[in-house]
């Protein structure tokens, strides 16, 4: 059948004719005489009166239109696909029907360009509206305007439509809010609708009936008004389950038709391929399509791949017509950017299927490398250029749009370093450029901008940049309402718009944040390059729009008075974007809408020769070494697929890399360390991420050493200001010259080294230019630092501080209604940029990220736009003749100030988002000494071991809030309130003054008890009362008996004088050998937290289970620098450290002492400190071989001193099988040890050896006796025992030695006559050799004391067994005869031995012999005797009364005083661990610890566990400390406080007085009456108020305890008690669980409460913060919006704001739990050596842990537990769906736990388990996955390589799997943790820390990205 046209046409020369003619020959294709045999629809036109369109069998009569400029024009083609003709049919038939349609169908501009075909071929006007989730019903139906101050509506598009008889086409239902659309159900259905204006709408049949009985005026007085019947509606929307958005209303839905519109069959788009692409063979194309389609079919969707933007192909295609060498695969990549939005799954879905039609990549096909040259195009196309682009070995050259501007001509070096990849990118956007807008993706800081703006100098663009932000709304991106002067509205059209009229390139930046909802508003544009704007205008693309002019032959005014203008056909835009986050929910942008506006270009980050390019060009000045080490690390960091390292890398963006090395060339000697640690913020990053980072560091040799540290600490920080020049550290600035000098902040500010090392810092990069960001926690003096430094700058300031409800209006402009015109006034910001202030933001975390992010474009290309217009640009910018510019001054900085980001301040990562435009500087609490220097400024009366004990606690506190044992940073701001309140109020005590820092944590019990014990822990009496002294009991002493004289016997004697010869001889000195001092961390405690006692402090050293203490001495220095030594025997080795110091050193002496074989050899070490000149060097000496060594503490060179040349060999010892009977030992008496030198004598020997270490010579004195013990009374005068007989004998000498003068020395025999009492010594026996001789004498005042009479006389105080003390008077300086005073002992110690019964005594039956350490120190000072008893030698009965069972002590310091007269036993704390040897203890000292006299009053202890306390015990001493101590407390003295109110009445009630003095001197109580009374007023007294003085009778004070009126009456408690117990009780019985169960479970629990209390705060806070509310907009009540100020003027109703649970997006995925796996070891070797370090126990408590702290939950943590042994791995403890809900079944699963430990195999099956579970976890559906594996795996013993664990632990990138490992393998746990990634592997050298390390795991990583 053949078909004719006919065509009856007026002019056959008429436009009309002539398009239609154009329009058949279209339609028609290929010729009419194809159409009737392949059945195909065809188009005819028939004209005469009515043109008639006909599609197939369906025609339509055309009518002339009103507006023809309203007519769609050019979406014709020339060739109309089958398909699309179908669908045209189908609409020609609803329109026939008066129907509306709705095209559904997948995203792409197909179904708008039907449906704009069908409206040119029908010749149809149209309105288009883009619907975007800020549509509101006003952008429908009717807007008001305000014209000459009346308010009146405007039609908007659906009432124009129809009213106007056009068709509404709108686009994106599933877009708009939920309750928009439905305003046009009933204009849909009826074609009624009720108008804001009063009129009605009503359809045409019934406005025509109406018609007929009433005239048309009435009709127009009731305004009623006919809705044309040429109105149609046509829908165009996306299927909503499977793309996101809102699901069509039910309502609406019925109202419409539906027609599928999915993508063109294959064939037509192939023949449309081929006809683009013929330079391409046809198989390439339809593989190519092929492939496009695999990825839209219905499988893939299912695999999670968004659909392939197939309308985009054609883009595609054009591109390789031109470059048909070019690789497939790689133009695919731009229209599909797989390798950057798929996971790893869909990555290989997609290489499969490319595979599959040979598109991948192969040698033939090429890239392009670079652009050779662009040069204009002349002639009849203006804004044109070509581009020569050389792919492989050939160029081609293809035209693509050009700028309005020049072509850049020359590259410009300056700010652009061409490298190859960049080269290669421009060329690659070239390309894209020819045909779409493109897209660039690449992570922040890669250079984004600096390319896009490169690429627009090449084409003589000029730019545009639009920072889009949340927030944003449709009207902010196209047009926004403003008043005109006259108070008229009008819109003014934003940078966008006039950026598409003007032919500017736009950068949209940052199209990743942006709603996608509102983006839909671009798509039009985008695909069309047409626009629709909110006040009518029509853009339309350049030749449409000449198109138009042609038909209608009107000129360019005319057509503009219509508000119809041409989009400039250079538009152009380049969208800015950071990749999508992949698995992330929330993160996805990149979705299938997206992807059909452009096409993308992923830029990856430089290679590392690009980046030391990039770097060595831009800062040629640069240190080479540091740029190579400085990429090392970051492209390791980069590398890895580690989630923590890529957060590390994107801190080391090239931006900041750039930052650093521009801040090295301007200050090389800075190290490299520092700048990274502050470019990645280190200070304030998870404790993970920061040890990856250390250990990152390490392996690229960046590392710092402790001399750099006082190096930088030393430096002398000072700043000054010189005839204008401002000098901070070594850096020097000009003093700004302010004009606004009220603006320059002035602020109290105390100067300390810290923190002018971080104002000398922030000089540094303010120098550079750059604008900072100061990140710290809250009260570390970040505002502070930042006015002090624009303060000595002399800088004007401008303050901004954020917060929750910060816009982005409120940041730039405050609009405000004047007489009905808005005007906008400056924020502080516009005026900083004005004006060159500086800006402070303050609390920058605090306001939504999405707002922040606009300062972005402020910092990096200096351009903004207001939201009146005006625009920011940068100096350089070219303004003249452009109003409305804000040029920024050249002066301006910014200055941001945040609080760190994560827990607990919970701000928005404001580091994270814009961290590295701005150079970053972490703001710390002072360092302890600068902490110190601030506080003396702030409290110069507050006594400075007060501040000390506070720096301390402080210091301590902040350590455990980074540990994350705490939660609340505490900061200088609260030590320094505290220190403002005792300078203020200085009787207030301070542990009072604390409590208004601390009761903010009163409440929380676990917080409270980690507080008090720091606090006590530096004796800050927090919680005491002054009350508590607990002072030991004091005994009275027993009176002092005369007992008779020593006598020497008188020279006239001559054989009693006896000479003593000497002989002087050098030492021989071997060595030095140098020994390794190793350092450790003393924890001291303050011992006078809760109460006061003698003890002062105590700490412990970190000795051995087995080592013994054997020697304990102190320096005679001034008190402050005393330094303790302790040695210890088994092994040997020496402890000392500064008695107030944080640190202690030990020196291990194993290897040195000489080991016999056989004999069982228990050495004994004594030690003896050496004074000036040789401070910090000691003499070692060992008694039983003699050995003596000089040891040098400051550098460990070790001396060996042989002073007997003859004793090189050691004696000869009995063979070991031979009785062992006492060897004799060697001694050595170190009382003048200060003065070097020492004695050494053989016990039964008769020489005595002097040693002098200074001359370095001994002196050898023989004896005629035989010696017990030798006692240096005085340096000249020398007290010795003979052996067997225990005479006494004094040996004077010469004080120094001269070696010439081999002088003799004297020996007297001393005569001990007793006094005429009847009962005398007389046998040598009961002569006593003492234990401790004083080497000085008493004060005469403490000896009148002692002895009851005045008295002045040399002195000697000596203590025995017999005696407490014993004084001799006028020894030994006086020859006459000496008087000897007793205080004897009820029964001697000797005498006494304990039985093995006693309860008391521990240690084995004592072998006969006395211990070697007498343990007897004399103290002169404060006059006392204080030795160690053993408890056994301690009458406990008259300390403790009857009921109290007495401590268990290590011994007792027995402390006679001889001034009171009294004797006190002070209990010894038990030490906690106490070596086997108790024989070996026994010899060393009869009780458990040693004694030294510390300094003039105080004594140190150790006990054999190595437990060292400090004591106080002298009376004045004392005194003056409790009364210091009571200070700290406060004064509360009990009395009710009273409030007075002064007025001067001129009478005084009655004066203070003395008042009588009773004669009788009774005890008086109150009345106002009596001196001296108790509790009265007025008079003179104690405990009273208003009395003059305290006058004190010597009678009890009566006075209320603070603590009587504090208690709480007992049966309260009680019944409090009581009241727990049932209720625990009950609940026991409820879950069926035994007591002694829940005491089990509660062993367990117990350990862990803190943890589980700390982890429990954290995620209740994260459960807040994602619970916050957010903005919601267009409401008719809450607080009125600012962005809709002039819709209020106007009168609209909704034009509010309020805060309310944000509905999810639309389409957005579930919020899906996280899930966590833990993986517990139970293997045997977990039984088995549960014993030695308890490792199976902590693994229980952990286990405990998780459930007890993801107890309720369950919905954002689903965990389960596996356990793996050699029974196999997958071990099922607690599954995620049957998690245990109380302790009885928490504590089945401990048991469980237990007993598989206990019988299972052996083996080890960690590695398997680990796998396993990694694997198992990701199968399930989770926003993320966690592994934590807790091994005690010895891997090497099952010969499994450490690199293959890492291997596993890394396996699947989207799990987070950690390994704890149970580590008591020596050095193998940390060889381990080298090798396995950084931040994921822990070992627990402490089973203790296995809570600890869970929880940190926890907090690090499930907080970052919750």
């Known amino acids: 059948m053949q078909s004719r046209v006919l065509c009856l046409s007026g002019g056959a020369g008429g436009p ?42 369906v025609s339509f009569k055309l009518k002339t239109p009103k507006n023809p400029e309203l007519v769609p024009q050019n979406y014709m083609t020339d060739s109309l696909a089958q398909s699309v003709v179908h669908h045209l049919r189908w609409i020609m038939q609803k329109d026939l029907l008066g129907q509306d349609v709705f095209l559904i169908g997948p995203p792409g501009p197909l179904r708008r ?57 709108l686009e994106g239902l599933e877009k708009a809010e939920r309750n928009v659309l439905p305003v046009l159900n009933n204009l849909l259905e009826n074609r009624e609708m009720q108008l804001e204006d009063g009129r009605f709408l009503m359809s045409a049949e019934r406005y025509d009936k109406l018609l007929q009985d009433h005239t048309k005026s009435e009709l127009d007085s009731w305004k009623i008004v006919r809705v044309s019947e040429d109105f149609r509606v046509i829908a165009l929307g996306l299927p909503v389950p499977k793309y996101s958005g809102n699901p069509l209303d039910p309502p609406l839905r019925s109202r419409f038709q539906a027609r599928d519109v999915y993508h063109l069959p294959f064939k037509d788009h192939l023949q449309l391929l081929y006809s683009i692409g013929s330079n391409i063979s046809p198989e390439r194309i339809s593989q190519l399509l092929s492939f496009a389609t695999t990825l839209c079919s219905q499988e893939s969707s299912t695999l999670g791949l968004p659909d392939f933007p197939l309308d985009s192909l054609s883009a595609a295609v054009q591109i390789l017509d031109s470059f048909p060498m070019m690789s497939v695969q790689h133009v695919i990549d731009r229209l599909y950017p797989y ?75 300056d700010t652009f370093i061409r490298t190859s990849s960049h080269n290669q990118l421009l060329a690659e956007m070239m390309q894209s450029h020819m045909v779409k807008d493109m897209c660039l993706i690449g992570g922040k800081g890669c250079g984004k901008t600096v390319i896009a703006k490169e690429f627009a100098d090449i084409l003589g663009y000029s730019i545009e940049p639009i920072m889009l932000y949340q927030d944003m709304t449709a009207r902010d991106l196209l047009q926004q309402r403003y008043t005109l002067p006259n108070g008229d509205t009008a819109w003014r059209p934003s940078p966008l718009v006039t950026a598409a009229l003007e032919g500017k390139l736009v950068i949209l930046d940052g199209i990743h944040r942006i709603n996608p909802g509102t983006l839909a508003v671009l798509q039009r544009l985008i695909h069309d390059r047409e626009l629709t704007l909110y006040d009518g205008t029509r853009l339309l693309r350049e030749d449409r729009y000449q198109n138009l002019k042609e038909e209608l032959q009107i000129s360019d005014e005319k057509l503009q008075e219509r508000s119809i203008f041409p989009i400039h056909p250079s538009f152009r835009i380049v969208v800015l974007a950071e990749p999508p986050v992949i698995g992330s929910s929330t993160q996805q942008w990149l979705g299938p809408e997206f992807l059909t506006l452009f096409l993308f270009h992923n830029i990856r980050s430089l290679s590392k020769s690009e980046e030391i390019q990039v770097i060595k060009e831009m800062i040629p000045n640069v240190p080479s070494v540091a740029v190579e080490q400085l990429l090392s690390l970051t492209h390791k960091l980069r590398e890895t697929n580690d989630a923590t390292a890529q957060s590390l890398a994107s801190s080391l963006s090239t931006r900041q890399l750039l930052r650093i090395c521009r801040r090295l060339s301007q200050h090389p000697d800075e190290s490299l360390y520092y700048a990274v640690n502050k470019a990645c913020l280190s200070r ?102 930042v006015d002090r430094f624009l303060h000595l700058l002399n800088r004007p300031r401008e303050y901004l501080q954020l917060h929750r409800d910060t816009t982005v209006q409120s940041l730039t402009l405050q609009p405000s209604v004047k007489d009905g015109l808005i005007i906008y006034e400056d924020s502080p910001l516009v005026k900083a940029v004005k004006f060159g202030h500086i800006l402070v933001i303050d609390e920058a975390d605090k306001a939504p990220t999405n707002v922040t992010c606009i300062l972005k474009t402020l910092v990096e290309s200096g351009e903004m736009v207001l939201s009146d217009g005006r625009r920011i640009v940068a100096n350089q910018a070219p303004v003249e003749g452009r109003e409305n510019v804000i040029v920024i001054h050249p002066d301006f900085r ?54 000390q004990k506070l720096v301390a606690a402080f210091g301590e506190l902040r350590s455990l809030a980074d540990q994350g044992i705490i939660n609340y940073p505490y900061s200088t701001r609260e030590v320094v309130n ?48 002054p009350t508590n002294v607990q002072l030991a009991k004091e005994l009275p002493l027993p009176d002092h008996k005369f007992m008779g004289y020593w006598k020497i016997d008188q020279p006239g004697n001559a054989q009693q004088k006896l000479l003593c010869p000497t002989e002087t001889q050098k030492i021989g000195v071997k060595g030095p050998a140098y020994l390794n001092i190793q350092g450790f961390p003393l924890e001291r405690h303050e011992a006078r937290s809760l109460s006061f006692t003698e003890e002062l402090a105590f700490w412990t050293l970190p000795l051995g289970e087995i080592n013994l203490v054997c020697d304990v001495t102190v320096t005679k220095e001034e008190e402050a620098e005393n330094v303790l030594y302790v040695a210890t025997c088994n092994p040997v080795s020496l402890y000392f450290m500064n008695i107030s110091s944080k640190s202690g050193y030990f020196v291990d002496l194993y290897d040195l002492f000489p080991r016999t074989v056989g004999s069982v050899w228990q050495p004994f070490v004594t030690v003896a400190p050496l004074g000036n000149p040789l401070k910090g060097q000691v003499v070692l000496h060992e008694e039983e071989s003699n050995v003596v060594l000089l040891l040098d503490t400051n550098n460990g ?188 002992r009820n029964s001697s110690l000797s005498r006494k031995r304990a039985s093995p019964s006693d309860p008391f005594y521990y240690g084995a039956q004592r072998k006969t012999g006395a211990a070697k350490q007498t343990n007897c120190a004399t103290l002169l000072a404060s006059n006392q005797i204080v030795r160690i008893l053993a408890p056994g030698d301690v009458p406990l009965k008259d ?64 006990d054999m566990g190595g437990g060292v306390r400090l004591w106080e015990t002298g009376l004045d001493s004392l005194q003056r400390s409790l009364q210091d101590w009571r200070n700290m407390i406060g004064q509360e003295d009990g009395r009710p406080v009273q409030i007075t109110i002064q007025r001067d009445s001129g009478l005084d009630v009655s004066s203070p007085k003395h008042g009588k003095v009773d004669p009788d001197n009774m005890p008086h109580v109150g009345g106002n009456t009596w001196a001296g009374g108790t509790g009265g007023r007025d008079t003179a007294g104690l405990g009273g108020k208003g009395g003059p003085y305290r006058l004190d009778a010597g009678h009890r004070v009566y006075q209320i305890s603070q603590a009587e009126k504090d208690a709480v009456p007992e049966e309260v408690k009680r019944a409090a008690r009581e009241m727990g117990e049932k209720a625990f009780k009950q609940r026991l019985k409820e879950i069926q669980m035994s007591e002694y169960d829940a005491s089990t479970y509660e062993r367990f629990s117990g350990a862990v409460r803190r943890q589980v209390q700390s982890l429990r705060i954290i995620l209740d806070n994260l459960q807040a913060k994602g619970k916050e509310r957010q903005w919601l907009r267009h409401q008719a009540v809450g607080e009125l919006d600012d962005a809709k100020i002039i819709d209020g003027l106007t009168g609209e109703k909704a034009i509010y704001k309020r805060r309310g649970e944000l509905e999810p997006q639309p389409g957005s995925p579930q919020q899906k739990p996280k899930r966590l796996r833990l993986v517990v070891d139970v293997s045997g070797s977990m039984y088995r050596f549960n014993g030695v370090d308890g490792r199976l126990e902590r693994s229980m408590e952990a286990v405990c842990m998780v459930m007890e702290a993801f107890e309720n939950y369950e919905h954002k943590f689903k965990y389960d537990i596996v356990g793996h042994s050699g029974d196999g791995f997958g071990i099922a403890l607690v599954g995620s769906d049957k998690v245990p809900k109380n302790n009885k079944q928490r504590l089945e699963i401990l048991k469980t736990m237990h007993a598989h430990a206990q019988f299972c195999m052996s083996g080890d099956h960690t590695l398997e388990g680990t796998e396993h579970a990694i694997r198992e976890i990701a199968k399930e559906e989770a926003d993320e996955y966690f592994v934590i594996v807790l091994s005690d795996a010895n891997l090497e013993r099952y010969g499994i390589q450490p690199s293959r664990f890492a291997q596993v632990l890394t396996t699947n990138a989207q799990v987070n799997a950690f390994a704890i490992f149970i580590g008591s393998l020596g050095d193998q746990a940390d060889r381990l943790q080298r090798t396995l990634p950084a931040g994921r592997s822990f070992i627990a050298m402490d089973t203790k820390e296995i809570p600890q390390i869970l929880q940190q795991i926890f907090t690090s990583t499930m907080l970052s990205s919750a």
């Open 1197 to 1384: 060179a070790l001396r060996r001193l042989l002073l007997l040349p003859d004793a090189q060999e050691s004696p000869k010892r009995t063979s070991w099988w031979s009785n062992k009977e006492e060897t004799s030992n060697y001694k050595m008496c170190r009382e003048f040890s200060h003065k070097n030198w020492l004695v050494f004598y053989k016990e039964a020997g008769n020489c005595l050896i002097v040693l002098d270490v200074l001359e370095g010579q001994t002196h050898t004195i023989s004896l005629p006796i035989s010696l017990k013990s030798v006692f240096l009374a005085a340096e000249d005068r020398w007290l010795l025992v003979e052996n067997e007989t225990n005479r006494k004998f004094l040996l004077t000498k010469r004080a120094h030695m001269e070696a010439e003068d081999s002088e003799v020395c004297q020996l007297y025999a001393l005569t001990e006559e007793p006094a005429d009492m009847g009962f005398g010594l007389t046998t040598a026996s009961e002569l006593c050799v003492p234990h401790a001789v004083s080497s000085d004498q008493l004060s005469s005042e403490n000896l009148s004391a002692a002895v009851g009479q005045k008295i002045s006389s040399p002195n000697r105080i000596f203590s025995d067994e017999h005696n407490y003390a014993t004084i001799v008077i006028g020894f030994p300086d006086l020859l006459s005869p000496s008087e000897v005073y007793s205080w004897k």
């Open 684 to 785: 304030f990053l998870p404790n993970l991420a920061r040890s990856a980072l250390h250990k990152n560091l390490q392996d690229s040799r960046i590392e710092t050493s402790p001399d750099d540290m006082k190096k930088l600490e030393e430096k002398d920080y000072t700043c000054e200001i010189n005839n204008g020049i401002l000098k901070i550290g070594s850096v020097t600035m000009p003093i700004y010259n302010s004009t606004e000098k009220m603006k320059v902040p002035d602020v109290l500010f105390y100067e300390n080294t810290q923190h002018m090392m971080v104002m000398e810092d922030m000089l540094k990069d303010f120098l550079l230019g750059e604008h900072l960001l100061l990140v710290g926690n809250q009260g570390v003096g970040k505002n502070k630092i």
């Open 113 to 169: 360009s039907i449906a704009m075909q069908y409206l040119e071929l029908t010749k149809r006007e149209v309105e288009y509206i883009a619907l975007s989730r800020d549509t509101t019903e006003t952008d429908l139906k009717q807007r008001r305007e305000i014209r000459d101050g009346s308010a009146f509506y405007l039609d908007q598009c659906a009432v124009r439509a129809a009213t106007e008889g056009r068709i509404l086409v």
């Open 894 to 947: 910014m200055i941001v100030l945040a609080n760190r980001p994560g827990f607990p301040f919970l701000g928005n990562d404001f580091f994270g988002t814009l961290g590295d435009i701005f150079s970053c500087h972490a703001v710390d609490n002072p360092k302890p000494q600068s902490e110190l220097a601030m506080l003396r400024q702030y409290g110069p009366d507050v006594p400075e071991p007060i501040l």
């Open 1439 to 1502: 300390i403790y009364p009857k009921d109290v069972t007495p401590p268990q002590a290590a011994g007792y310091l027995e402390v006679t005083d001889l001034n009171s007269k009294k004797i006190k036993y002070i209990a010894i704390p038990r030490s906690q661990s106490l070596s086997p040897y108790t024989s070996w203890l026994s010899k060393i000292s009869d009780a458990d610890a040693l004694l030294a006299p510390l300094g003039k009053v105080g004594l140190v202890t150790v």
């Open 339 to 413: 390798n950057v939005f798929l996971g790893k799954e869909g990555r290989t879905a997609v290489e499969d299927a490319l595979k599959r039609f040979e598109l991948q990549d192969s040698a033939s096909h090429l890239l392009p490398r670079r652009i050779t040259k662009v040069e204009s195009v002349h002639g009849n196309k203006p804004f044109k250029a070509d581009v020569t682009v050389q792919i492989g070995e050939k160029e081609v050259t293809f035209q693509v749009p050009a700028g309005t501007g020049l072509l850049k001509k020359r590259p410009r070096s």
């Open 978 to 1025: 505290i220190v403002k309140h005792l300078q203020k109020f200085p009787t207030e005590g301070l542990a009072n003054v604390v409590r208004n820092v601390f009761d903010f944590d009163s409440y929380n019990n676990e917080m409270r008890e980690i507080l008090i014990s720091t606090l006590h822990k530096y004796g800050i009496p927090i919680g005491a009362k």
């Open 16 to 57: 009309a004719a002539r398009r239609v003619r154009l329009l058949l020959r279209q339609v028609l294709g290929g010729g009419a005489a194809a159409a009737g045999r392949s059945g195909r629809l065809e188009v005819r036109a028939l004209h005469g009166s009515g043109d008639t369109v006909t599609i197939g069998d």
